[in-house]
T-cell receptor, first 111, second 113 residues
Framework: EDQVTQSPEALRLQEGESSSLNCSYT??????LFWYRQDPGKGPEFLFT???AGEEKEKERLKATLTKKESFLHITAPKPEDSATYLC????????????FGIGTKLQVIP | DAGVTQSPTHLIKTRGQQVTLRCSPK?????VSWYQQALGQGPQFIFQ???????QRGNFPDRFSGHQFPNYSSELNVNALLLGDSALYLC????????????FGQGTRLTVV
């Protein structure tokens, strides 16, 4: 069965303190890996889609990378407004539409 | 450009009742997926609709059913509500069924008492 594991479950950073969130996955074949940001009481907000190992994408202070077994979301010099839960999800190849989410990493950035 | 809109935003139902949740996809999107998110958990895939047909279902019982209309909007129906059905129900729309970016609505918070 497809599995997505995110670590750590919670992370507390000082403003400006860079760090990385991890998403490890076990799937039969990867069609795409997604990163989302979710604020409390709201729906997830799309950040990135990665398709193949070695791919990288950047958006402001965020950079997502992908290997054959895991993905990292690097946060450079975070600000308090980056505080949110970051969700990783995968869609497998073979014509399947199901998207499997991890539990998320709750990030708190302290001023 | 309106994003994904869901209604209602909050709902309280009694155990055993039936509920219908609604979703209008982002303009230009033709695919709608529904998710259930319990507190402190990631979203769980319920099913996806494309071309007015259910394309795939997650591990949810038949009490959960859906529909997609010709204008691509969708409904999620849950029968015989259980206390454990209390959750945030999310609708996501995308263009096609592939690994493309999906846009989520704000969700419907369902409480079963």
């Amino acid at each position: 069965e497809d599995q997505v594991t995110q670590s750590p479950e919670a992370l507390r950073l000082q403003e400006g303190e860079s760090s990385s969130l991890n998403c490890s996955y076990t799937v039969s074949g990867l069609r795409g890996l997604f990163w989302y940001r979710q604020d409390p009481g709201k729906g997830p907000e799309f950040l990135f889609t990665l398709y193949s190992a070695g791919e990288e994408k950047e958006k402001e202070r965020l950079k997502a990378t992908l290997t054959k077994k895991e993905s990292f979301l690097h946060i450079t010099a975070p600000k308090p407004e980056d505080s949110a839960t970051y969700l990783c999800a995968v869609q497998v190849s073979g014509g399947y539409q199901k998207v499997t989410f991890g539990i998320g990493t709750k990030l708190q950035v302290i001023p | 450009d309106a994003g994904v809109t869901q209604s209602p935003t909050h709902l309280i139902k009694t155990r055993g009742q039936q509920v219908t949740l609604r979703c209008s996809p982002k303009s230009g999107h033709d695919t709608v997926s529904w998710y259930q998110q319990a507190l402190g958990q990631g979203p769980q895939f319920i099913f996806q609709y494309y071309e007015e047909e259910e394309r795939q279902r997650g591990n949810f019982p038949d009490r959960f059913s859906g529909h997609q209309f010709p204008n691509y909007s969708s409904e999620l129906n849950v029968n015989a509500l259980l206390l454990g059905d209390s959750a945030l129900y999310l609708c996501a729309s995308s263009l096609g069924t592939g690994a493309t970016e999906a846009f989520f609505g704000q969700g419907t918070r369902l409480t079963v008492v």
